[in-house]
């Protein structure tokens, strides 16, 4: 099997770990950044990349909420014990 180049669609999406509550069994460390998009899940863990999912489609396919910076989106991992925060940021690509 060939090893397949994430497509580069719509806008980049940067992930930034801001918090941890207690231990993420994924290894994730405050301050961590990486790129993901609908086809990249950027080794993120299976259950966090489910919820924030719809997130990232929204920011890198140009959508927003009509409060706040229509760029940025925080998201929460959905292990309560050991609670990630993150921010989504919606990085336009250079044309």
């Given at each position: 099997m060939?090893?397949?180049?994430?497509?580069?669609?719509?806008?980049?999406?940067?992930?930034?770990?801001?918090?941890?509550?207690?231990?993420?069994?994924?290894?994730?460390?405050?301050?961590?950044?990486?790129?993901?998009?609908?086809?990249d899940?950027?080794?993120?863990?299976?259950?966090?990349?489910?919820d924030?999912?719809?997130?990232?489609?929204?920011?890198q396919?140009?959508?927003?909420?009509?409060?706040?910076?229509?760029?940025?989106?925080?998201v929460?991992?959905?292990?309560?014990q050991?609670?990630?925060?993150?921010?989504?940021?919606?990085?336009?690509?250079?044309?």
């Amino acid at each position: 099997m060939t090893q397949r180049q994430p497509l580069a669609i719509g806008h980049r999406v940067e992930c930034a770990i801001t918090e941890i509550k207690g231990n993420c069994s994924w290894g994730h460390q405050v301050g961590d950044k990486f790129e993901v998009s609908t086809h990249d899940t950027a080794g993120m863990c299976g259950f966090f990349y489910h919820d924030v999912f719809p997130r990232i489609m929204m920011l890198q396919f140009g959508g927003g909420f009509p409060w706040g910076d229509a760029d940025v989106s925080r998201v929460e991992c959905p292990d309560r014990q050991n609670c990630v925060k993150a921010e989504l940021r919606r990085i336009p690509r250079a044309t």
